[in-house]
């Protein structure tokens, strides 16, 4: 049985399929969740599984208390105890100001994007934890360039959920440190993924790309290097710490 466990949340396309797949070809055990779109999912299991890798795949709202539960023991008993964990999972609605923004859609960027990731993490925790008998482990949270940027006229709201993802991940960090648990964080900028669309804009990347320093947009296997890592013993004294993948911006 593998002693490198992961859990990916929002595993099923862009940047999550890319770790999940790095991560497995690394040697780690690795379930992925998805919220709707079980096919793609499925695809990014068989990929792993047909070159020799262990994967599953769990639905799970991130939101959801008792599915985040049922998504840690189901990894309990399929897999393992967890070691690592990358909260990837994250939202954002379309192009708005900040003055056209109703109460509904707030909710919802926090309950998957701040919310989801403590949840995860507070599972993660219990298992990693010389508190509770565990290994210890890692943690990288998904942040964005955002939480510094703003994102004005576009996803302000998105932003802040991702500020919160900053402070959390220093938080935690400090909190589990002597227990043998890393915390980091990974802040993408414009990135090639189809989070793009949900925005209403999928051509974002080559709209922006000449405003970044590098003068392109990132590919989603360059975050996976930077998340994998942040999680493993290259990385062992480093823990709190914001890693920009996001061509100098």
């Known amino acids: 049985m593998n002693t490198n466990i992961i859990v990916i949340t929002g595993g099923s396309r862009g940047i999550g399929a890319a770790t999940a797949q790095l991560a497995a070809a690394q040697g780690y055990a690795v379930c992925i969740s998805y919220l709707h779109n079980k096919a793609a999912a499925d695809a990014v299991v068989k990929a792993i599984t047909d070159s020799g890798g262990t994967a599953i795949a769990v639905r799970a709202d991130v939101a959801s208390e008792p599915d985040v539960v049922n998504l840690f023991e189901t990894v309990d008993r399929s897999l393992g105890r967890v070691t690592a964990l990358v909260n990837n999972a994250g939202i954002l609605e379309r192009q708005m100001r900040v003055e056209d923004m109703d109460a509904g859609r707030l909710s919802r960027i926090l309950a998957?994007?701040?919310?989801?990731?403590?949840?995860?993490?507070?599972?993660?925790?219990?298992?990693?934890?010389a508190r509770h008998g565990g290994n210890g482990g890692a943690i990288v949270n998904l942040s964005s360039v955002a939480a510094r940027l703003g994102a004005p006229n576009e996803y302000v709201d998105y932003a802040a959920s991702k500020g919160a993802i900053d402070a959390f991940t220093v938080g935690l960090a400090k909190e589990v440190a002597a227990e043998g648990i890393r915390v980091n964080a990974v802040r993408p900028g414009v990135i090639y993924t189809d989070i793009h669309a949900s925005g209403g804009e999928p051509g974002r990347v080559e709209r922006v790309k000449d405003a970044v320093p590098m003068k392109r947009g990132g590919d989603a296997q360059e975050v996976a290097n930077a998340i994998l890592w942040l999680l493993s013993d290259q990385a062992s004294y480093t823990t709190g710490a914001l890693v920009d993948v996001a061509g100098g911006r």
């Open 112 to 129: 998957t994007n701040v919310t989801g990731s403590f949840l995860c993490a507070r599972e993660a925790v219990r298992r990693m934890s």
